[in-house]
């Protein structure tokens, strides 16, 4: 079976890859080990598959090379596919921060796709397992339906995270295997655990979920913090999980944009107690144990100006140090991946390996949460496809 594109992965950079390939005149086939494509698609953004972010820009990708994903990203852009999706009639919503989702279900995202592959002549094989990769000529694609032939191969095997669904370490063996680096694939995007300390102590907020600022590894993020039975989510966890190291404490500020001293002094004027002065400010769960572990157990009249200063401070600065992350089980997205060193910024081609592509989260391009990485898929599959 000959092609002059074999694309390894049905998934959203293996599927626009082909897209793009296929008008292109080029003889594509997708071969994807899965009962159906798009498996990832399919449950994404809770079945209403947030599939891209019109905030869309470098600044929300985490790369070693931040500087590698702006060529692709600024070829195939959210108007691009917005384009693409209203084409197809299918009706979405902005749901916050430029998020945009489907109004129906995530499967239109995947039926489009799929229709898109059939008018550009693309062939899709499921249930196709890729054993191995030989390479002489082109490259021989060995599979569970027999050998391919191909002059470009794409491979868009995706990330780790969530095996269940079809996820593999292929594609990273394989570049190792062709000598590319490959920077330690990591899940992000990840709720964190905490010690056995922490969670005790934090255990009865569990369910809660306070608005918040939070800062580590260079990054902040304000939005909510969801305390739970593992530890903490929410996606201002989740969008700081991408930054955090192992040892790093989370820096928390309970009260963004206001002035904490502030509002215990006026507090303390009114004759008030710390607890139910923050319950005007945070959920009053939240602070009632945060008074009970931070603050003296007095009332706030009695406070010295140094208590005060540092009870402020703990609101606006709490530390918490995660003792590890939920792992590939729970992670939407595995950060590192196939170094872009290896690779050109405007085919997505090996440098080492002509002929020999890497698209999608498989490269070491992570986005942050919010409909970023269904964009660096859509734009590293399309360069690639305009190129293969
Ligand atoms: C629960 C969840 C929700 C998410 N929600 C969002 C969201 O709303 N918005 C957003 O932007 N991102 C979201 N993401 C992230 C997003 O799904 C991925 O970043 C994106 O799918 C990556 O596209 P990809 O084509 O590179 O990889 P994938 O979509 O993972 O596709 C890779 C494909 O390769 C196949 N494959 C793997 N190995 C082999 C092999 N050896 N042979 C043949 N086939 C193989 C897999 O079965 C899969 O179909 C979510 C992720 C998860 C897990």
Redesign the pocket.
């Known amino acids: 079976m000959r092609f002059d594109v074999v694309i390894?992965?049905?998934?959203?950079?293996?599927l626009m890859c082909a897209i793009e390939a296929g008008r292109r005149g080029r003889s594509v086939v997708v071969?994807?080990?899965?009962g159906r494509?798009?498996?990832?698609?399919e449950?994404?953004?809770g079945g209403r598959?947030?599939f891209t972010n019109t905030n869309t820009g470098p600044k929300n990708f985490i790369s070693a090379n931040p500087h590698f994903a702006k060529s692709a990203l600024a070829r195939y852009t959210p108007a691009d596919f917005v384009a693409l999706v209203e084409r197809h009639r299918i009706a979405y919503h902005e749901k916050k921060l430029g998020q945009l989702f489907c109004d129906g279900s995530s499967r239109q995202i995947i039926e489009m796709l799929l229709r898109e592959c059939a008018a550009a002549g693309a062939e899709v094989r499921t249930n196709?397992?890729?054993e191995d990769v030989r390479r002489g000529e082109g490259f021989e694609v060995l599979t569970s339906q027999g050998a391919f032939f191909c002059e470009s191969l794409v491979v868009?095997?995706?990330?780790l995270?969530?095996a269940k669904v079809?996820?593999?370490d292929?594609g990273y063996r394989l570049a190792r295997r062709f000598g590319l680096k490959v920077v330690e694939p990591l899940p992000a995007l990840v709720p964190l655990t905490l010690s056995h300390e922490d969670l005790a102590a934090l255990r009865p907020l569990s369910g809660v979920s306070v608005p918040s600022e939070i800062r580590c590894g260079g990054a902040s993020f304000a939005e909510n913090l969801l305390v739970t039975h593992r530890g903490l989510s929410g996606p201002a966890v989740l969008q700081i999980s991408s930054y955090w190291a192992r040892g790093d404490a989370l820096r928390v500020d309970l009260l963004p944009g206001r002035d904490a001293l502030e509002i215990l002094e006026r507090g303390r004027e009114h004759g008030a107690d710390a607890a139910p002065l923050l319950s005007r400010h945070l959920p009053k769960s939240f602070a009632q144990l945060f008074c009970r572990l931070h603050a003296p157990p007095r009332p706030l009249r009695s406070y010295t100006a140094a208590e005060l200063h540092a009870l402020a401070e703990r609101l606006h600065d709490w530390r918490l140090t995660p003792a590890g992350t939920e792992g590939f089980q729970k992670a939407?997205?595995t950060k590192g991946g196939v170094d872009t060193a290896e690779l050109s910024s405007k085919t997505m081609e090996s440098r080492r390996v002509p002929g020999l592509y890497f698209v999608?989260?498989?490269v070491d391009v992570t986005?942050h949460l919010g409909?970023?990485?269904?964009q660096w898929?859509w734009a590293s599959g399309h360069a690639a496809g305009r190129y293969v």
């Not at 390894?8 to 293996?14: F, V, W």
């Not at 071969?31 to 899965?34: F, R």
């Open positions: 390894i992965g049905g998934g959203a950079a293996g071969l994807e080990h899965n494509v798009g498996r990832k698609i449950i994404s953004g598959c947030n196709c397992r890729v868009a095997t995706g990330g995270s969530i079809g996820a593999t292929f939407e997205v999608g989260e498989v986005g409909g970023y990485n269904f898929a």
